[in-house]
């Protein structure tokens, strides 16, 4: 694991943004897989910039978004797709036909969930996946003790997940209880994971992912087992980090040719 620490989420989200934008520019065909969650937020922005300011472009791009309530209409304000919309694709050019989120209307989940697999394969795989992480250690809304090798598929979300999400749906009762999610085994198919997180509330879960051990418990911790998995984290997200300093170290001196 490549492990990024910056003194601010600001400082972070324009690597996590330099990161994506690398990628793109290199494969204009490019497949990103997308999440949601304040943590990306800056990520998105920044982006936005570099299409505006600098032609980033997107008309090649597909991406796969992680996750999305079930029974939740795609037009309500707090479904992921309003998100999405309201803060990345309204203000890029990538093609509508090539923007994939889970239904979260279906009428038939299994259906749904295989072909969302399937669409992700047909379009060659994701190459980064952004991700957030969490409180409980999740990634997509793969909670404790979901199946590391799971593929999309439907899971009932955990009171701690929906208490993170609760004022968005004007308190906890109006949370939906379940969720679409790209499971671990499709996130871990992604050639690239960008793992971001700020904040202390993310220390523990954090340092669990990435010093602790492999396990169903903290879902994140099977990026260990990637091969290409950046964290890039602000002060307080890795200040539990038992070798902070050392990755600290192994960031300043990295060769040029070596950098993400
Ligand atoms: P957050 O959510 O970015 O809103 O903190 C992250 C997550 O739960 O995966």
């Not at 509508?96 to 669409?119: F, S, W």
């Not at 090798?149 to 004022?167: N, P, Q, W």
Request: glycine share 8%; aromatic share 6%; charged share 20%.
């Amino acid at each position: 694991m490549e492990i990024i620490i910056q003194s601010d989420s600001q400082q972070a989200s324009l690597i996590a943004a330099s990161i994506v934008a690398r990628t793109v520019r290199e494969k204009p065909h490019a497949v990103l897989g997308l999440a949601t969650g304040n943590t990306p937020l800056q990520l998105y922005r920044n982006l936005v910039r570099m299409h505006r300011d600098e032609g980033l472009d997107f008309a090649g791009v597909t991406s796969f978004n992680l996750d999305e309530y079930v029974g939740i209409p795609p037009a309500h304000p707090s479904s992921y797709h309003s998100y999405m919309w309201a803060h990345l694709f309204s203000h890029i050019n990538m093609p509508k036909e090539r923007i994939n989120i889970p239904d979260g209307l279906t009428t038939d989940v299994p259906a749904a969930c295989r072909k969302y697999e399937q669409a992700i394969r047909s379009a060659g795989g994701i190459d980064v996946q952004v991700l957030g992480i969490g409180s409980n250690g999740h990634i997509g809304f793969n909670e404790p003790s979901s199946s590391l090798s799971s593929r999309t598929r439907i899971k009932t979300l955990t009171e701690e997940s929906r208490l993170d999400v609760a004022a968005a749906f004007g308190g906890e009762e109006g949370v939906p209880t379940h969720v679409l999610t790209m499971g671990l085994g499709t996130i871990m198919d992604a050639r690239k994971c960008l793992l971001l997180a700020f904040g202390k509330k993310k220390a523990r879960a954090v340092a669990r992912t990435v010093e602790g051990p492999v396990t169903a418990m903290v879902p994140g911790s099977v990026l260990q087992l990637h091969p290409r998995t950046i964290l890039v984290l602000d002060k307080d997200a890795a200040s539990e980090l038992e070798m902070a300093d050392y990755y600290a170290w192994v960031h300043e001196h990295k060769p040029d040719w070596q950098k993400y």
